[in-house]
């Protein structure tokens, strides 16, 4: 690969080991996926932040290029964490929460943003065609397929490393060529709501692999559903982007039809709790969007919560701050908001939680064996039903 001097001058360590370390990093994976330079980024977004996803061996390396002296030297976002100032910190083991705070002391070193979430693109959206390095495949997806931002799904410590040097190597999704749509997908019928948006993510990430589509019949509907779908589909496969403006010129692309049995299907096999009643029903995987807030908090106005079961609702700290008075109001209901985690990257098996209830196929799809599990998928309002209901 191309280096600059300026390059070079990192890689040959004149400028300290934690900046060579990352650049190293970063020509590894250009050399691997043939990219022949690096390109500057406008931001970057950093996943492997929970202790429960890291571990010791993980953060152990955050630890070293911390102490190195590394910093972030463009605008550096953040995933979510194992916990939240509230209720979480009360509950779980102490000396888990000392391991995580270990981390967050490391991200703060380096000048990162402590925004503890994966829908980064509420704080501040990426101009289009801005140049990113993001982990977390849900915003991957949102970015390349929502904003027209491109970027790879990076991995956390390629993105670490692309924040400490500033940029990326121009491969994958950074190329034009590279994020045309390979086939149509047509669906039979339209989707209704949150879950089959998910489900169709979730069905489309195992046949697709890494086959970006152009699928019909989506293209008014809401960001908050077209978030469901893109975390779904990156959680299943490795497709880092969807197209959906049918006005898109596409000739002789091989075709595939969904039709609403595939729907069906998908969250039938997504629910495993067999019969079994939620002892915890969460909202706001990927983290909750305003409107997805005050959609919550006009159902739940007034009501109360179950007493049998938690009820969590999650979100960025910066989209709590922004919708104060829905918090409000959901929080006088008795629902929890957690803010900057959320149930996939906590320990809910720690706190006797044995079937989750929620309205994400992603969290549907993982927590069998992240949180070890039974899951119940339903749409947002049946969610909300159930939880004061139960
Ligand atoms: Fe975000 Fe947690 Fe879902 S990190 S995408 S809410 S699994």
């Not at 690969?1 to 400028?15: P, V």
């Not at 609403?260 to 096999?269: C, G, L, N, P, Q």
Request: with cysteine.
């Amino acid at each position: 690969m191309y280096l600059t001097k300026e390059e070079e001058r990192i890689y040959d360590g004149e400028y300290g080991w934690a900046k060579q370390v990352c650049i190293k990093i970063l020509v590894k994976l250009g050399d691997l996926f043939g990219a022949e330079r690096l390109i500057s980024i406008d931001s970057a977004h950093v996943s492997g932040v929970s202790y429960k996803n890291m571990g010791d061996v993980a953060t152990g390396f955050i630890e070293a290029i911390a102490d190195a002296g590394g910093k972030a030297v463009v605008n550096t976002t953040i995933n979510p964490q194992s916990f939240d100032a509230k209720y979480l910190v009360k509950k779980l083991p102490r000396e888990l929460l000392d391991a995580q705070l270990r981390i967050i002391r490391c991200f703060e070193r380096m000048g990162v943003k402590l925004s503890y979430t994966c829908t980064p693109y509420y704080i501040e959206s990426p101009p289009k065609g801005a140049h990113l390095a993001w982990a977390e495949s849900s915003a991957v997806v949102y970015a390349n397929s929502v904003l027209n931002a491109w970027t790879n799904r990076e991995g956390g410590p390629s993105a670490l490393a692309a924040a400490i040097i500033g940029k990326t190597p121009n491969y994958g999704m950074h190329k034009a060529e590279n994020r045309n749509p390979s086939l149509i997908v047509e669906l039979e019928q339209p989707l209704r709501n949150d879950l089959e948006y998910g489900a169709l993510g979730i069905l489309l990430g195992r046949v697709l692999k890494d086959r970006i589509p152009l699928i019909k019949g989506v293209e008014n509907a809401p960001n908050d559903m077209l978030k469901q779908l893109g975390a779904a589909l990156a959680s299943t496969g490795m497709t880092n982007m969807f197209h959906y403006h049918i006005n898109q010129k596409v000739e002789n692309l091989e075709k595939m039809t969904v039709g609403a049995t595939d729907i069906k299907r998908a969250i039938e096999e997504l629910t495993t709790s067999g019969g079994k009643k939620p002892d915890l029903i969460f909202l706001g995987c990927p983290h909750c969007s305003i409107n997805e807030i005050k959609q919550i908090a006009t159902y739940l106005n007034g009501k109360k919560m179950a007493r049998s079961l938690e009820v969590w609702i999650c979100v960025s700290p910066f989209i709590k701050e922004k919708a104060k008075g829905y918090i409000y109001k959901i929080e006088q209901s008795g629902a929890k908001v957690l803010t900057g985690t959320c149930a996939v990257v906590t320990w809910t098996d720690k706190l006797g939680i044995e079937t989750i209830m929620t309205n994400s196929a992603k969290t549907a799809h993982y927590a069998p064996t992240l949180n070890k599990a039974k899951v119940i998928l339903a749409p947002l309002k049946e969610c909300l039903k159930t939880a004061i209901t139960a």
